[in-house]
T-cell receptor
């Protein structure tokens, strides 16, 4: 089964600074990649997804991610963060063999301070 | 358009008891997936239901079971509760497309289960 590794458990950053949250996946053909955000005491909200086509994916709230097949990575980036971006971020992978069930990483806690 | 709803929001049970969690899927969605999220961890796939049939299962024991109803709402049942079952249980619904690509899963707010 496919798996993802989120390399940072916590990322502290100052407001208006850029941020990158790293995600690597186990190699396979035809993987599909997702980033979800979870605010405190809430469910998961989809930020963006890569299914096919352009390797640069733009999502909501100014986030984007780049699918890099050679490095098996799908890092999430934002050029300027806000206090309201403080949340838990999850990278997930799915494939057809698993019926498209989502396999999540352990999450990265983004803390934005003034 | 109503999103995915779950009930109850919080639940406290004791070890050995049984629990039923409920999920109403988003309008137009016929597939429901359940995930368990332990504290400080990412969600783990329990199982998926499509048109009232189980359509995939993760690495969870048989005491985790489910149902899907004709209106596509769903229940998760857990028998013989253990302390490690304490977690946030998330339900996600999706429209089932042609299966050439994965459908986007839309998550509910979850049910926080505490087992004492």
């Amino acid at each position: 089964a496919q798996s993802v590794t989120q390399l940072d458990s916590q990322v502290p950053v100052f407001e208006e600074a850029p941020v990158e949250l790293r995600c690597n996946y186990s190699s396979s053909v035809s993987v599909y990649l997702f980033w979800y955000v979870q605010y405190p005491n809430q469910g998961l909200q989809l930020l963006l997804k890569y299914l096919s086509g352009s390797t640069l994916v733009k999502g909501i709230n100014g986030f984007e991610a780049e699918f890099n097949k050679s490095q098996t990575s799908f890092h999430l980036r934002k050029p300027s963060v806000h206090i309201s971006d403080t949340a838990e971020y999850f990278c997930a992978v799915s494939d057809r063999g698993s019926g498209y069930a989502l396999n999540f990483g352990k999450g990265t806690s983004l803390l934005v301070t003034p | 358009e109503t999103g995915v709803t779950q009930s109850p929001t919080h639940l406290i049970k004791t070890r050995g008891q049984q629990v039923t969690l409920r999920c109403s899927s988003q309008s137009g969605h016929n597939t429901v997936s359940w995930y368990q999220q332990a504290l400080g961890q990412g969600p783990q796939f329990i199982f998926q239901y499509y048109r009232e049939e189980e359509n995939g299962r993760g690495n969870f024991p048989p005491r985790f079971s489910g149902l899907q109803f004709p209106n596509y709402s769903s229940e998760l049942n857990v028998n013989a509760l253990e302390l490690d079952d304490s977690a946030l249980y998330l339900c996600a619904s999706s429209p089932r497309g042609d299966r050439a690509l994965p459908d986007t899963q839309y998550f509910g707010p979850g049910t926080r289960l505490t087992v004492l």
